[in-house]
């Protein structure tokens, strides 16, 4: 393995490195899958944005997962709804969460860039998480090194671009993000994209977030999916061996070919899975709706129901907010529907948390 910094090539690779033919029949399924999923999105009764909240709390769960962080859905979907106290693993999700947001958020106003790059990573390493210490909003200006926990640089996996270098080829990067100059399909080049991210490893830590909170909003800034909600994360995690390898190989044998056609089967299998919960919880949606309805004879109802679907954890306090009804009229209706196995709670006298196992046993 090399000793000394990678030099990665600059953007746009050249055609000869790319041999479409070997993922040819990957990549028609992916882009079918994903224009599946949209269309499913933009059909389903269930209003989407509904799911938004506990499904990008899920992928920060993945994305975390993968660099050795052990955090459940539930114990961050109870740290929200104030019911379980924070530490600092949990934060570390909901930093991604409020990174992943945040980036969302200003893709109105701002090109993907490197101010867009140093501002989520401001907020991935805010609140005293680990590495809030290593130069957080700011590329990094000492070289670093990966591999195994305890590994030197003799022993690494993998050794980035030498500092004074990382502007230059962020700069490409940017520019090629931007105006690519080649005839590569848009997810031929998020998988290009993704790994000279992680190739040039600008930031002394959370290359691999910022990575793959990038992926959504790429995809979302290119209109090949309509909202920056399709999220790898887990099906990265799934496989996250062959993952680091497979980007070690684009590295050390130039071997682009078998990266793309592993991040295409990635997004198949995503969106196939996709697909699967937005039909499930489609269809639970409006078998608990009705139920709910017939139970409790009012509109506000259906307000209820909608906010659980944002926070399937949640106390009284929480949801009566996010719902917009009273906490005395959020007790009435909660106790109705737990009578009748609809939601469940922990059984406290004060500060109750209730869960709704039936969408929460579907995001997991």
């Known amino acids: 393995?090399?000793?000394?910094?990678?030099?990665?090539?600059?953007?746009?690779?050249?055609?000869?490195?790319?041999?479409?033919?070997?993922?040819?029949?990957?990549?028609?399924?992916?882009?079918?899958?994903?224009?599946?999923?949209q269309v499913l999105l933009q059909n389903t009764k269930l209003p989407s944005h509904l799911l938004?909240?506990?499904?990008?709390?899920?992928?920060?769960?993945?994305?975390?997962?993968?660099?050795?962080?052990?955090?459940t859905l539930d114990e961050v979907l109870e740290v929200e709804a104030h019911s379980r106290k924070n530490n600092k693993d949990v934060q570390e999700v909901l930093n991604y969460y409020h990174a992943l947001r945040e980036g969302m958020d200003k893709l109105?106003?701002?090109?993907?860039?490197?101010?867009?790059?140093?501002?989520?990573?401001l907020t991935l390493m805010s609140n005293d998480v680990r590495g809030s210490n290593r130069s957080p909003g700011e590329y990094r200006k000492i070289q670093n090194f990966i591999g195994p926990e305890g590994c030197t640089m003799d022993t690494a996996t993998y050794i980035p671009p030498q500092p004074q270098l990382v502007d230059k080829y962020m700069s490409n990067l940017e520019t090629y993000i931007n105006d690519p100059q080649d005839q590569f399909d848009e997810?031929?080049?998020?998988?290009?994209?993704?790994?000279?991210?992680?190739?040039?490893?600008?930031?002394?830590?959370?290359?691999?977030?910022?990575?793959?909170i990038f992926i959504p909003l790429y995809l979302f800034s290119k209109k090949v999916i309509d909202y920056p909600n399709f999220f790898l994360s887990e099906a990265l995690e799934r496989d996250k061996h062959k993952y680091y390898r497979f980007l070690n190989d684009t590295r050390y044998n130039g071997d682009w070919n078998q990266?793309?056609?592993?991040?295409?089967?990635?997004?198949?299998?995503?969106?196939n899975k996709n697909i699967r919960l937005i039909n499930e919880v489609n269809a639970l949606y409006n078998h608990d709706l009705d139920l709910a309805q017939s139970l409790i004879h009012s509109s506000g109802v259906k307000k209820l129901i909608d906010a659980i679907y944002q926070k399937p954890i949640f106390t009284v306090y929480t949801i009566s907010s996010t719902a917009e009804i009273?906490?005395?009229?959020?007790?009435?209706?909660?106790?109705?529907?737990?009578?009748?196995?609809?939601v469940f709670?922990?059984?406290?006298q004060r500060f109750k948390t209730y869960y709704y196992y039936n969408l929460l046993d579907k995001l997991r």
């Not at 990678?6 to 994903?34: C, G, H, T, Y």
């Not at 190739?199 to 990575?211: E, Q, T, V, Y």
């Not at 709670?345 to 406290?348: A, T, V, W």
């Open 108 to 121: 109105s106003t701002l090109p993907i860039s490197t101010r867009l790059f140093k501002t989520m990573h």
């Open 1 to 37: 393995m090399a000793r000394t910094p990678f030099i990665p090539d600059n953007l746009p690779l050249d055609i000869s490195r790319i041999n479409q033919l070997m993922f040819l029949r990957e990549l028609i399924e992916a882009n079918k899958k994903v224009a599946q999923y």
């Open 259 to 271: 990266w793309i056609l592993f991040f295409l089967e990635a997004v198949i299998l995503q969106a």
């Open 52 to 71: 938004l909240n506990p499904v990008m709390l899920n992928e920060a769960v993945q994305s975390t997962k993968i660099e050795g962080t052990q955090v």
């Open 345 to 348: 709670s922990d059984g406290k």
């Open 326 to 342: 009273s906490e005395a009229t959020c007790r009435r209706y909660l106790s109705i529907l737990e009578s009748n196995r609809i």
């Open 187 to 212: 997810l031929i080049r998020t998988a290009v994209i993704h790994a000279q991210f992680e190739n040039i490893h600008p930031f002394l830590d959370g290359n691999g977030r910022i990575g793959r």
